[in-house]
């Protein structure tokens, strides 16, 4: 019999800040309750775009000093 390895949920580094955005597009509700899959195209795209300029923002702003 083949032994199956245990799973370890992996911990997202920028899910503070993905929870953030969410919370802010008023859609943290919608994704505690029924998770990440329930949003449409629409909705992830936003959160992920936004996500990605305050990365950026951000890098931009540690380079600079």
């Keep these: ?3 199956s390895k245990p799973r370890v949920k992996r911990i ?3 899910e503070p800040l993905k929870m953030e955005i969410a919370a ?3 859609l943290l509700e919608q994704v505690q309750t029924k998770g ?3 949003l449409n ?7 992920g775009g936004l996500m990605t300029q305050r ?3 951000e890098n931009l702003k540690d380079q600079n000093e």
Excluded: T, V
């Excluded at 195209?41 to 959160?47: C, M």
């Design 1 to 3: 019999m083949k032994s």
């Design 12 to 14: 997202d580094p920028l």
């Design 24 to 26: 802010e597009l008023g």
């Design 36 to 38: 990440w899959h329930s």
């Design 41 to 47: 195209a629409k909705d992830a795209g936003k959160i």
């Design 55 to 57: 990365r950026r923002r």
